[in-house]
């Protein structure tokens, strides 16, 4: 298990330096607030981080989870949160 593997391209970050290793993403996640953490979005890109230091994913779904999290991904349309007694939209 290693924290410390490298992505093959870093990974853009909002307010700051981009993430170089598994590691750098993860202290990026742990900064942020736990109702964002916890969002579907996030609580995936953690999964796949966790797969990757673990060898049971691949690097490039890792970061791809952390840019989808962080809206940056476009192949994955992101959706509105509904507000009070609304429906979903994308």
């Not at 996030?42 to 981080?49: D, G, Q, S, Y």
């Not at 673990?54 to 991904?73: K, Q």
Request: glycine residues 8%; charged residues 30%.
């Amino acid at each position: 298990m290693s924290w410390n593997r490298p992505f093959d391209q870093p990974v853009p970050l909002p307010n700051g330096g981009p993430a170089r290793t598994l590691r750098d993403a993860a202290n990026y996640i742990k900064k942020l607030p736990k109702s964002e953490r916890d969002c579907p979005e996030w609580r995936l890109a953690i999964h796949m981080l966790i797969d990757a230091t673990e060898d049971r994913g691949p690097m490039m779904l890792a970061s791809t989870g952390i840019l989808h999290a962080i809206g940056r991904d476009d192949r994955w349309p992101r959706k509105k949160r509904p507000q009070r007694g609304g429906s979903w939209a994308a």
